[in-house]
Antibody, heavy 117, light 113 residues
Framework: QVQLVESGGGVVQPGRSLRLSCTASGLNFNIYIIHWVRQTPGKGLEWVSLISSEGTNKFYADSVKGRFTISRDNSKNTVYLQMNSLRDEDTAVYYC???????????WGQGTLVTVS | DIVMTQSPDSLAVSLGERATINCKSSQSVLHNSNNKNYLGWFQQKPGQPPKLLIYWASTRESGVPDRFTGSGSGTDFTLTITSLQAEDVALYYCHQYYNIPYTFGQGTRLEIK
């Protein structure tokens, strides 16, 4: 059974940093592309970033480019999202999602809440 | 960026009746190389992450009841739920994975009439 578990969320002041983690189990982690998607009541679902299976290719939404960095450690089955220079508008539930045979988000974690205030 | 627009924003349907949700993309999500529409549908219930229902516009994810059907091509897509059940009350989102940035529709809230 595939499971993704996010951690690292919390309350942080504007301008500060936070690092989210997404740890996977039940899958051959090092062949999966992993995304971060965030959700706010006002803006709905917003794609944030993705990292290729081997960590070579990384992409970001314009809204986070230059502030967020995605990385992964396949030996730990974990993807990270380093979030710097946080803004009020980064407040959201952050989900990690894994890409399976559908080529889109087959697997989701339960999410971790980030509040910038 | 590809803008995804859903209609309606909310929908109330009687149990056992049909629910139809539309999704329009600002540009085609049909890839000529493989003739696939890079369009998915998600269901989200309160306190839960989104759940993939449909991918490639019309392929049902494993375990999804066959009352859920996806159709359409190019820029216009539809999610149809035949014979609505109480457990289908949820938010529904369409989503394109044709190019980056991946984008989602604003969501359609489905309720029981």
């Amino acid at each position: 059974q595939v499971q993704l578990v996010e951690s690292g969320g919390g309350v942080v002041q504007p301008g500060r940093s936070l690092r989210l983690s997404c740890t996977a189990s039940g899958l051959n982690f090092n062949i999966y592309i992993i995304h971060w998607v965030r959700q706010t009541p006002g803006k709905g679902l917003e794609w944030v970033s993705l990292i290729s299976s081997e960590g070579t290719n990384k992409f970001y939404a314009d809204s986070v480019k230059g502030r967020f960095t995605i990385s992964r450690d396949n030996s730990k089955n974990t993807v990270y999202l380093q979030m710097n220079s946080l803004r009020d508008e980064d407040t959201a539930v952050y989900y990690c999602a894994g890409v399976g045979s559908s080529w889109t988000f087959d697997y989701w974690g339960q999410g971790t809440l980030v509040t910038v205030s | 960026d590809i803008v995804m627009t859903q209609s309606p924003d909310s929908l109330a349907v009687s149990l056992g009746e049909r629910a139809t949700i539309n999704c329009k993309s600002s540009q085609s999500v049909l890839h000529n190389s493989n003739n696939k529409n890079y369009l998915g549908w998600f269901q989200q219930k309160p306190g839960q992450p989104p759940k993939l229902l449909i991918y490639w516009a019309s392929t049902r994810e494993s375990g999804v009841p066959d009352r859920f059907t996806g159709s359409g091509s190019g820029t216009d897509f539809t999610l149809t739920i035949t014979s609505l059940q109480a457990e289908d009350v949820a938010l529904y989102y369409c989503h394109q994975y044709y190019n980056i940035p991946y984008t989602f529709g604003q969501g359609t809230r489905l309720e029981i009439k």
